[in-house]
């Protein structure tokens, strides 16, 4: 057997946590332009389906081409795109900007609530619009199937927009695990320690007024109709008490463990991966309007995914791509654990297993995303609490 030259606890400290958890944020983006992308008029022409919060971050690594259009339901929210790309049309229904201005545009950035995600990629696509994509991609995987034909049919340039795939740490990562440094990766331990959004309501409080620069009807979409609502006390309280749990002692670490290997010096678990610290961070259900938005909305089924699709295809994204989890690969996909489900939203603690037959030369795999919240975390195996603790949440870290 190959001498192993580099530390897999150290591995997994140092190259994974960076691309979980940067030191100074995502890390640059290579441009369209060069990754030889051109419109014929030079410059792309490049519209926006969500102008404020993470679309309004997007669309500023896309300064160097043209923000022609955006389109937001929410003209709050929407504001810091329309103030700085103040020359751009204004639309709330994308349908509308599509259809307008269609002729003009060369690609469009979609960056509304998972729900969207399918239908707003497909018209765009449809158009023969390149379209940039937010991560989770879909809140279901049928969508993403849906969304992969269309991209084939139309011939259009796509990509999904996750941060942690695309900074440099990750490629490092996968690159050492195919080096085999660290030999055969038999498991894969990931998790994640509350949402920074309260899920596990039994109760939808009593609908309020629409505020008068949103269109609700648009928000939805999709989604079946309801009334909006901001919250009642009944609602806070329960925020407030989540938000009390968080603080008091949750900790978790999203890990990958090897087979095999000796622990290493100083005791501890063999094999661990860096990760996140709960606790960090705002505390839930802080958004200006309340229960669905302008971010509650990721801890409902219809509307978002959870954890697992706002961070677990960061954490995730080492492990996906340096292990070859395609969907070919799948054997099955198991709900191992889980808190009572409650009516419209997804548990606080929930464990799903994956399993992987073997691949390109790997042996099978065994993959487990634990989400959880409270005093009982998850911990990789052999740590204590104090010892996740300790590790850093910002990187590169690598011993």
Known sequence: MAKHTISRRHFFFGTLLAGAVPRA????????????????????????IGAGGQPFGDLRQCETENIVALADVDWVRGEPGFQRWDKASKYKDFRQMLDKEGKSIDAVLIGTPDHMHTYAA??????????YVEKPLTRIASEARLLRAA????????????????????????????????GDVTEV?????RPSWPQG????????????????????GTAALRPYTVGDQEYKDFVAERNAASRRGATGAPAIAPAGGPPPAGGGAPQVAAGQRAGVGGGMGGSEYGYYMPFNWRGFYDFGSSLIGDWGVHILGPANWGLFLTPEYLVSVECIKKDPLPPTTFPNVF??????????????????????????????????VEQVRKIPNTGPQVG
């Open 201 to 220: 309501m039994t109760k939808t409080p009593p609908p309020t007024p629409v505020p008068s620069t949103l269109d609700w009807d648009l928000w939805l």
């Open 122 to 131: 497909l018209y765009c696509m449809e158009r023969g619009k390149g379209v």
């Open 351 to 384: 464990t799903i297993k994956y399993e992987f037959k073997a691949r390109k030369g790997m042996p099978p795999v065994t993959v487990y995303w634990y989400q959880y919240m409270g005093a009982e975390p998850y911990l990789p195996p052999g740590m204590t």
């Open 25 to 48: 944020g995502w890390g640059s983006v290579p441009s369209l332009r060069a990754l030889g992308y051109q419109s014929p008029n030079e410059k792309l022409n490049i519209a926006g």
């Open 151 to 182: 991209a084939r049919k139309y011939k259009v340039a796509t990509q999904m927009g996750n941060q942690g795939y695309s900074h440099e740490a990750t490629r490092v990562a996968c690159e050492i695990i195919w080096s085999g440094e660290i």
């Open 189 to 193: 331990h990931a998790s994640m320690s």
